[in-house]
């Protein structure tokens, strides 16, 4: 992503949060962290393992941050030591931000039925989706009442989306979690939400079989014929993450330049390539 001005405020002045899913510049939990370290948020982040700490270190103290805690989503003494950690430096907290997704290679080719095994879905399941059950449970522990949270989704939750495949069911499990953590820290006033963001270059997203087409598809038949925008994903983790997002609890929230809403491509080239 070129150098980006995310809009400066204090709508998040006074607010402390954990970001989870960092892994380099091109993350979209780094667009996120971005976006709520310009409108005044305290973030502390974590990152999957030593090898991206010289990535994610220069990243956090660029914006003031020097929590950083090594946090494996399926090692259950770092997912301890991280919330622990957080309790001990600042005692409460006001957001988290869940940006993790894995599912073995081998199981995002090919045919869904034929090439899903039971170790994939467990393991799919387990860091794509539990993970947020998990981290939600940590984090509503040491949060303030009126607190909020956001994971990330995909589209690929709600149709078929050629070798998605288990992290599309991993992804319908993750916002069916999305909404009854939502019911459960509702009466605290926690508001619990999900953002579905179109397809972004980042690294989860190299190497994609069909990355190619799946680009090039995505602007071609979207509503706004264009890419998203990691911006635009940061701007409505801002709205979700801030007190603008009063009363929004248990949302599935799309920023995919409408691609989503589209049934039939309209005039414009995928149109045309039918002529
Ligand atoms: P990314 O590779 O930058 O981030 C994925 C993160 O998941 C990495 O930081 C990685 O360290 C972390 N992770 C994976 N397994 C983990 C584990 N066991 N423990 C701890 N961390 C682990 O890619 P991204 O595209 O920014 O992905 C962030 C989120 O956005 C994911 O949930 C992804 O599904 C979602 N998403 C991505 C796109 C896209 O096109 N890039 C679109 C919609 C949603
Ligand atoms: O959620 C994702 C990707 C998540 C992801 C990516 C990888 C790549 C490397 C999960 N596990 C792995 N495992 C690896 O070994 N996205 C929304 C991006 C994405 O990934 C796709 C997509 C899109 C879009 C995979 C196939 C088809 C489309």
Known sequence: MAEQNFPTGDLMKGKRGLIMGVANKNSIA????????????????TYQGEALLRRVKPLAESIGSDILVECDVTDDATMDNTFATLKDKWGKIDFLVHAIAFAGKDQLAGSFVDNTTREGFKSALDISAFSFVDAA??????MNDGGAMVTLTYLGSERVVPNYNVMGVAKAALEACTRYIAADLGPRSIRVNAISAG???????AGIGSGRHMFKFN????AMQDNTDPMGVAGAALYLLSDLGLSCTGETHHVDGGFHAIGMPQEGPLREAME
């Open 199 to 205: 397809p972004i270059k980042t690294l989860a997203a």
């Open 137 to 142: 449970r940590r984090a509503s522990e040491i």
């Open 219 to 222: 602007k071609a038949a979207s």
């Open 30 to 45: 780094w667009a996120i962290a971005r976006q709520l370290a310009a409108q005044g948020a305290e973030i502390a982040f």
